[in-house]
């Protein structure tokens, strides 16, 4: 069946569409209903639009995003009822020093006060590079503080794909960058410090190559869960390793991993670019493909992304895509009163 999807066959040499799929014939559902999508990017509404509409053929309901600021009440606006916001700084302005984090306190109060209850915390390598400071700094530490008091729930995306680590490599030591493992180390001391809030690790926690560490994490922070999104890096990550094991281990956290796309919003893109997102996602948690991705990946051994479907029974699915995130996110994250996790 889609196993016998090859490259080779086609003539399309399009990033998210290698393999000549069509997107708008949608495959079925395994389990009805719509799903959360709870890590997306999008910007203002005639952008967002197109993204909705594969969002739309692909079962996809309410949104989480981290829009900018000044696109949230038109969002609200144009799609009644479909965006929930988390917090983010102005990104253009990073390389700004300390009036980046001015800039970043006085958004975190308006985010509030436009009903966000969820802010990102973005110190991957890179990131914590260009902006002098990891999460242990004493900045960010008060800036956390801030969105402590105010109520605020957390995210964070601390790791990047393993492949990235290493001399010779994005993240080389002698750039003095951390090493993937160490990287972690200031994200337990923030889970240890804020037990009483939820916490959201983006992309698997960025641990999809280490699930043993991640399991580690897991039990020993009930308040700690994670998003499925990163379509590339997720996809090759489950690829490279043993099928079983990885499959066991979504079954045995069933009820801390929720849906996520990490769709970004941009001119570039059209309704297929957005829709292959989709797509590949539902093979791999719906179904037992075991091939060619569609998705070009420059990270992806010799060259070939490969896509290994875990076909998730119905009532893990059922989680994944839904109840977790209305418990977690609709439940603990936007319910005002104080939180127990
Ligand atoms: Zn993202």
């Known amino acids: 069946m889609t196993d016998k999807i090859s490259a080779a066959t086609t003539t399309s040499v399009l990033p998210h569409n290698r393999l000549g799929i069509n997107y708008r014939a949608v495959p079925p559902r395994k389990i009805s209903g719509l799903i959360i999508d709870a890590h997306t990017h999008t910007r203002e509404p005639a952008l967002t639009r197109e993204f909705l509409r594969a969002a739309d053929a692909y079962g996809i309901g309410r949104i989480w995003t981290m829009a900018p600021l000044e696109d949230v009440e038109a969002l609200r606006e144009a799609f009644p009822g479909r965006f929930e916001f988390i917090a983010i700084p102005k990104w253009q302005n990073l390389s700004a020093g300390e009036e980046f984090v001015k800039e970043w306190r ?70 003095g960058h951390k090493s993937f493992i160490e990287q972690f180390a200031m994200l337990d001391r923030m889970l240890e410090k804020y037990p009483d809030r939820v916490h959201l690790g983006a992309h698997i926690g960025g641990s999809v190559e280490e699930l043993g560490n991640l399991q580690i994490r897991l039990d020993r922070f009930p308040h700690y869960i994670v998003d499925s999104s990163a379509t590339k890096w997720i996809i090759r990550g489950i690829a490279q390793q043993p099928l079983e094991p990885v499959r066991e281990f979504f079954i045995r956290n069933q009820d801390r991993i929720l849906f996520g796309s990490d769709l970004v919003v941009g001119e570039k893109y059209d309704f297929d670019h957005y829709a292959s997102r989709y797509w590949v996602h539902q093979q791999q948690w719906e179904t037992d493909y075991f091939g060619e991705s569609p998705i070009d990946d420059p990270d992806a051994e010799k060259g070939i992304p490969q896509l290994h479907g875990l076909n998730l029974p119905a009532e893990v699915l059922e989680k994944l895509y839904r109840t977790n995130a209305e418990k977690w996110l609709f439940g603990k994250v936007l319910r005002e009163s104080s939180v127990s996790c």
């Open 106 to 175: 006085r958004r975190i109060d308006e985010f509030y006060t436009h009903g966000s209850r969820l802010i990102k915390f973005h110190n991957a390598p890179g990131t914590q590079k260009r902006m002098g400071m990891n999460l242990d700094h004493p900045e960010m530490q008060s800036i956390m503080r801030q969105a402590y008091d105010l109520g605020y729930h957390f995210m964070t995306h601390v790791g990047d794909p393993k492949a990235w680590f290493g001399e010779g490599k994005k993240y080389d030591p002698k750039d």
